[in-house]
């Protein structure tokens, strides 16, 4: 990795070992930015604060060689990535201002793609996680995840069934609870249904009603409108001398009909007249037709404004039309059967929530019966770890358990309670030597024990689901002696499969390093190239004998140094 302005490293690159590499320095010295830098490389929370101060942006690049084939590879060329001599390439920049990018194998990309690739490269572990072991959801994920499908399966389905009865729940407590705005709601509907039903409006009713009220109410100028019309038309009979335009058009066509012949285009233009002639006659006789057909009647003028006033009271409170009123009608029809329904819909929920309630027991069951093998295996396979770890006496075993709940699930004659893991309360439990009770780890462990504890479960999780890169930040806190020894012995023992870094303050760990790095600052504070230094030969041996006393040129802590190299070189 090449680090850039990021804390107190102004520009550093860190050759890590393919085997197990250990970084050493004074406290402060910028240790754990080597922690940081790869956490950001794999996705974690860009935080400006990171960024050196007088600098623009932090810079981190890294350089990880992964097998062809495997997922993370897979995924980063599914993303546009190309290799670099089966190299894969990641670039990650944080500026002062907050904003972060992300380049994977020379594409740019979002953050979260880095996230994604975490898992299969690196498993980081340091003392927030030894914290995070205490809690007893993460201790029954451990325990999951260790058991692999075993509890996979059984918990899929089970999580299935949980979220189906969480849906089944809420809706029969959303339909019980609001029982009473339901039946106000339906008592409201029934009355707007009779209103509606009442009148029995058709559609298009109140248009056709506004229109003949219109001509109802102006009978008299229509009908005196239509006979003027039709006596200019065709004539009135009580005035024989008078001039119509029907007598005037048929005077003309005469005058055209002797001399037609003689010229076509005259005869064209009799024709037209002739058209006009009948068209006249055809619209007098509509005129004469309409005016004897003109009901003038005002018995039926009231009954019409009767019936657009009962329309009215509908469209001032169930829509803007008649055509809107009867479709709220349609609508609230429907509502009203749900509603009506409610009865109903409440006996078929409540026997399919007890029925999911039988089942999720049954899978709880189910469950419980797989963490109960996986548990045993997992607490043999850490028990035995621990004795690897200075710790041959200890005993780890699971605790197991479920709570009564009233409101839970029916479970070997009990109610639990239950979520969405299932009914088990998973507790890791340590008995560090003979005669003493198990007890929880949080409670039984000391802060040394507690880091052997943890590496020994993360040893058992590589056996069964490994990564290529294992990084522990300061795990050994806590732990001195022998046990450090003994830490130091199965990293190392680690390193032959898998990837180690380790940031530490323990020489006795450090010892067993395929490759020791030394962070250190220079005389203003800050972290340079030349300020993360491969060790070898006097120069690791000075630097452990500084972690052993403090003095680089302590005779004793010299031999000593020269001893833990001597044993580390011994058990590789």
Request: net charge negative; aromatic share 2%; charged share 25%.
């Amino acid at each position: 990795m090449r680090i850039r302005s990021l804390g107190v490293i102004d520009d550093a690159v860190v050759e890590l070992s393919p085997g197990f590499t250990a970084v050493t320095g004074e406290t402060g010295a910028g240790k754990t930015m080597v922690v940081t830098s790869l956490g950001l490389l794999l996705g974690g929370r860009a935080d400006p604060a990171l960024v050196r101060i007088g600098a623009k942006a932090a810079v981190v690049e890294g350089r990880i060689t992964v097998p062809e084939g495997t997922a993370a590879i897979v995924r980063a060329q599914e993303a546009g990535a190309e290799l670099d001599d089966g190299a894969l390439l990641i670039s990650r920049t944080v500026s002062a201002e907050g904003r972060s990018r992300a380049h994977l194998g020379g594409r740019s990309v979002p953050v979260g793609m880095l996230t994604e690739l975490a898992d299969e490269l690196v498993a980081v572990h340091g003392q927030t996680d030894q914290q995070g072991l205490l809690k007893l959801s993460r201790q029954r994920g451990a325990l999951d995840r260790y058991a692999g499908d075993a509890v996979a399966v059984p918990l899929a389905k089970y999580q299935a069934a949980y979220r189906r009865l969480r849906a089944v729940s809420a809706e029969l407590d959303t339909i019980v609870t609001r029982a009473r705005e339901r039946a106000q709601e339906a008592d409201l509907l029934r009355f707007g249904l009779d209103e509606i039903a009442a009148v029995e409006p058709r559609a298009g009713e109140d248009v056709e009603l506004s229109a003949e009220a219109e001509r109802l109410g102006h009978a008299e100028a229509l009908a005196s409108a239509a006979s003027s019309a039709h006596a200019a038309l065709a004539g009135n009979p009580e005035d024989p001398e008078g001039v119509d335009a029907a007598t005037l058009v048929g005077g003309a066509n005469r005058a055209l009909e002797a001399v037609r012949s003689h010229d076509p285009a005259l005869s064209a233009l009799a024709d037209r007249i002739g058209e006009i002639g009948i068209l006249l006659s055809d619209v007098a006789g509509e005129l004469a037709g309409y005016a004897d057909d003109l009901d003038a009647d005002p018995l039926r003028l009231a009954a019409v404004e009767e019936r657009r006033a009962a329309l009215t009271q509908l469209t001032r409170k169930y829509g803007e039309t008649i055509d809107a009123v009867l479709a709220w009608a349609e609508q609230g029809s429907a509502r009203l059967l749900e509603l009506d329904g409610d009865d109903d819909r409440i006996g078929e929920l409540t026997a399919e929530r007890d029925g999911l309630r039988g089942e999720l027991g049954a899978l709880a069951q189910a469950l419980t019966d797989s963490r109960t093998e996986a548990a045993a295996r997992f607490a043999a396979a850490v028990t035995e770890e621990l004795a690897s770890l200075a710790m041959p006496h200890a005993r780890v075993s699971f605790d197991i358990r479920r709570t009564d709940d009233p409101d839970g699930v029916e479970l070997d004659g009990r109610t639990v309670a239950y979520g969405p893991s299932g009914v088990d309360e998973v507790e890791l439990l340590l008995a560090p030597h003979p005669g003493a009770p198990p007890r929880p780890i949080a409670k039984g462990a000391s802060g040394g024990e507690l880091s052997r504890v943890m590496l020994a479960v993360e040893v058992v999780f590589a056996g069964t689901d490994p990564v290529p890169t294992y990084l522990f930040d300061e795990v050994d806190a806590g732990v001195g002696g022998k046990a450090a020894v003994e830490i130091g012995r199965r990293l190392a023992k680690l390193a032959k499969s898998a990837q180690v870094v380790v940031v530490t303050h323990l020489p006795q760990v450090a010892a067993f390093a395929d490759r020791q790095l030394l962070v250190e600052k220079t005389n203003d504070g800050t972290v340079t190239r030349s300020g993360v230094t491969v060790l070898e030969g006097e120069d690791r041996i000075r630097e452990l004998s500084r972690m052993l006393a403090g003095q680089e040129d302590s005779e004793t802590a010299r031999a000593h140094a020269e001893e833990l190299l001597a044993t580390a070189r011994a058990d590789a």
